[in-house]
Every structure is written in C-alpha cells, then in structure tokens.
C-alpha cells in the first residue's frame, strides 16, 4: 500500500537505507564482526516468531549486533512461504513459493547479491511477457500510467475514498474496455492470487507503482530462492533455532516477555519481534491483550491464494501462455518444464482435492499439450498456511499502520506489515524496521 511505502520511505530514511546497505554488507560480506560492541543494542535478548525470510532475517541483523536470539518456528521447516524443489530428472530448482525479484526490490536484491547470490532473467523476457499491453489502447495505457502517478500524490482527504473502490470498479469507471480489465485482472491474481474486483484501488495502484518493473525486468535466484533462506540460516547456531514448537502464549512481564510454546517450554527475553502472518497471530493468547483496533486490524486483512505446480511437458513452449481450464497461466522453465500457476478459490479447491482429483483436473486443464508428469504435485499441495500473500481489500485504508506500530516490547514484522505488499521485499522491509524499533 502506498501509504505505507510513503511512510515507510520516510520512517526509514534514505540515510538509513545507506547505512543499513553498509551493515549488511559487513553482515553477509566477509569483512569481520567488529560491530557488536561498538554499537550496543539496547535490548540484549530477543525472542522471534516465525521463521520466514522476515524472521530469519531479523534473526542475522540482530545477530551482527550482538543480540541473543532465540528463533521459533512451527513447522519442521524454515523458510515458510520460500520453498524450492529439485527436478530428481536434472537436478534443476523450482521455486514453489516467492520466486520473483523486481527491479525495483532493492533491499531483496542487496541481501542477494551480499550472500553471494546469483539473480538470473527468465529466458522469455525477450518475448512476451505476463503484461499484454499490446490488449490496452493508447488512452488507456496513458490513463492507467496517469492513474498510478496520481495515487502517489493523491491528497490525505482523498485517501480514503480511493481506498473504498476495488481497482476493477476504479478502471472501468474511467473507461477501461472489458478486455483490458481482464487482461489485468489476469495479473493481478497471478501476483496477488486474489482478483483486482477485491483489491483497494488505492493499495493495488499503489503496490502496481512499486511493483512495474515486475512487468519488465524481473529475476530469480540461480539455484531457487530457498538459496536466500539457506545462506540465512548458516549465519546463526542451530541452538538458536527451535523447530516444530509453535507459540501460544506471549505474556508481557516486569522483565519482559515470556512465550510459552505448545510443547510447555518457556522462553524469556527482554523484546520479541513477531513476523507470523495475520491469521497466525490472532491465534496467539496475548497477556495483556492486544489493542482493540490491532485486533481488528488482524481480522479485516486478506489472504490471496497462489498455487504453483512444475510440470513436464509434451510440447516445448518458450513464452508465457495463457492456462486453460483451472490454471492462469503456463510459465516456461528449462527445456520441457514449465510452472503452471492457479489462483483464488480454484487453488483451493486443488489443494484441498485428493491427488488423483488434483490430476486429472491439471491434466484436463493443459489441453493439447500435454502434461507427461507432475513433478511437484504432493509437495505443493501441502499449501502455505492461510494462503500466499497479503490482500488490502476495499476499505482497509490505515491497518497496515495499525498492525506494524509496537504492543510494548512485542514488534511487529512479515510481509503483510512490509512493502512492497505481497512480496520478499516486504518482509525484508519488515524486519529491517522491526530490528531498528530494538537497536
Ligand atoms: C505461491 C507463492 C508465490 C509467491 N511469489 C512471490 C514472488 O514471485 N515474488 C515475491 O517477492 N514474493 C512472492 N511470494 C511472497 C513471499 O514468498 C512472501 O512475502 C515471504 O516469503 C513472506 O515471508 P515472511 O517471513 O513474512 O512470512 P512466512 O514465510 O509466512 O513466515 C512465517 C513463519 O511463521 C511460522 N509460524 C506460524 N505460526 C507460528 C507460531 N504460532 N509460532 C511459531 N511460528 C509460526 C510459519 O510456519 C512460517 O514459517 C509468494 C508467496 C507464495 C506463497
């Protein structure tokens, strides 16, 4: 949402975002860590829910401060929405969960590029892309363009009412042809997994402004984006880690805050940085409670839903295609591999299908071409929880603040409370302002 891209451009800073560039490179790069003591951390004991890129990443910057840390994650697994698979034919990656990088993520390029990470350009972009503009007129790619130029100088008293439209009704109240807001909607579910007839005009125009360069230059880690999560993960000690424990219970105490997990362990620090997904943390007890407009906060954002499936094909194919049947779109890979991509409650309904069912459906879907196999299906049918990223519906206008400002010494960070929305840019974001509320 660009509220909170303005906000955020200036609760951060543009010096900050200097000087925060210079301490991850000291943290990723291979220079020593000289900074703990000369730059000491006012609080010495943190606890972090969650162990996604936004909690993992938490976890090194206050590491590299000299920070004790004690990092709980639910599942069996680290990486929560990153997840990437090995093709066992060639031994080549996919990515099931956050796979792209704009050019305009900054901060998810850096890290990339400071844990000695390769970013490469899907083959196709030379040909078409995602983003048929060649289906907008003229009028409408300069309204569209105007639109979002507009949002980001639109005046405070005028926020609010943007933000109670959905895109779809905004665009075609100024004079979108069905096609073209069809062509969007396409994209919209493809990035958000939820439809622009559901999405705040003012969030989407907003999170499209930050977001362009995904239609034109945009990039994968070599080697899938768990890479980022692995390299992450080697920087810290595995006692800093607790697996398969998940916390239900976080108490403010005269000394700070104690979480109890669900196997009865207690953990004790002076702050916690809390990074899980809106749904999970309203299932958390909270003593005391958190603040009535938080609470709501949680209860009114959305989750869009992204289902990704690697698939080998009959037939190569070298440019995005359109899906057929249940899928959006069929996104080329290596030689005979491709992603299909499924949103919305059609994705829900394939997770929640049995394999067989899930199939068949697929394999009816990708008509003529053919699927010889399904290389991931079983393994992202397991689904990422309460769905793939974060939805301002209309009317959301001001939660994101709400859910990111501070309960004492519990902070707020994960994608849903970062920018760009929807993105690892944002839980990068995230991390980045939770980690400067404690140090
Ligand atoms: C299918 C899909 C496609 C995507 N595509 C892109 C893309 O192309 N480009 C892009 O930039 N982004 C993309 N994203 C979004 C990106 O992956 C996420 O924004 C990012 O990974 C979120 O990180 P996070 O740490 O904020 O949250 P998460 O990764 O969700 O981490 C939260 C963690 O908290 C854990 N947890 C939950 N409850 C508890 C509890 N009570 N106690 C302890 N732990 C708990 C969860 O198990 C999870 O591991 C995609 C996401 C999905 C799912």
């Not at 069996?76 to 034919?89: C, E, T, V």
């Not at 940085?273 to 909270?286: D, R």
């Not at 295609?321 to 991509?341: C, F, H, Q, R, V």
């Not at 196999?373 to 939660?399: C, H, M």
Request: hydrophobic fraction near 40%.
């Amino acid at each position: 949402m660009i509220v909170n891209r303005k906000k955020f451009i200036k609760t951060i800073g543009l010096a900050t975002l200097a000087a925060l560039s210079v301490r991850s490179k000291n943290l990723f790069g291979q220079t020593s860590n000289t900074n703990s003591s000369s730059n000491p951390s006012k609080s010495n004991s943190v606890i972090i829910l969650g162990g996604g890129l936004s909690g993992l990443y938490a976890a090194n910057l206050l590491k590299k401060k000299g920070v004790q840390i004690q990092l709980v994650e639910a599942s069996p697994r680290l990486g929560g929405r990153i997840l990437s698979i090995q093709n066992p034919k060639d031994q080549s990656m996919f990515d099931l969960g956050g796979e792209w990088i704009g050019d305009f993520h900054s901060l998810t390029r850096k890290l990339v590029a400071n844990l000695g990470l390769t970013l490469v350009r899907p083959n196709w972009t030379s040909g078409p892309t995602l983003w048929d503009m060649n289906k907008f007129s003229l009028k409408s790619k300069e309204n569209l363009e105007k639109l979002i130029e507009y949002q980001s100088k639109i005046p405070n008293n005028q926020i609010e009412g943007l933000d109670k439209i959905s895109l779809f009704r905004y665009l075609r109240y100024q004079g979108f042809s069905d096609m073209e807001l069809d062509e969007l909607d396409l994209v919209v579910k493809t990035f958000y997994g939820e439809s622009s007839k559901n999405i705040s005009s003012y969030a989407l125009l907003s999170s499209l402004e930050s977001k362009k360069s995904l239609f034109q230059n945009f990039y994968k880690v070599e080697g899938g984006a768990y890479q980022i999560i692995s390299k992450l993960v080697n920087i810290l000690n595995s006692n800093d880690i607790i697996l398969s424990d998940k916390a239900v219970i976080v108490s403010q105490t005269k000394e700070g805050i104690e979480v109890i997990l669900e196997s009865g362990r207690r953990l004790k620090a002076k702050e916690l940085i809390c990074t899980l997904p809106a749904p999970a943390v309203s299932q958390i007890k909270f003593e005391p409670g958190l603040p009535r407009e938080k609470i709501y906060g949680l209860l009114r954002i959305g989750y869009g839903k992204i289902h990704k499936e690697i698939i080998e094909l009959e037939t190569p194919i070298l440019s995005p295609e359109k899906g057929e049947g249940i899928i959006d779109w069929i996104l080329p890979s290596n030689n005979n591999y491709a992603t299909i991509t499924i949103s919305e409650g059609r994705a829900i309904a394939l997770e929640n299908s049995n394999s067989s069912i899930a199939q068949g459906l697929l394999a009816k879907s990708m008509g003529a071409k053919v699927a010889t196999s399904f290389l991931s299906l079983g393994q992202s049918r397991e689904g990422f929880g309460s769905g793939a990223v974060s939805i301002y519906n209309p009317s959301t206008y001001g939660i994101k603040e709400e859910l990111s400002s501070s309960f004492g010494p519990i902070h707020f960070a994960g994608e849903h409370v970062g920018e760009v929305s929807g993105t690892m840019e944002a839980a990068i974001s995230s991390a980045i302002l939770a980690v400067r509320k404690i140090t």
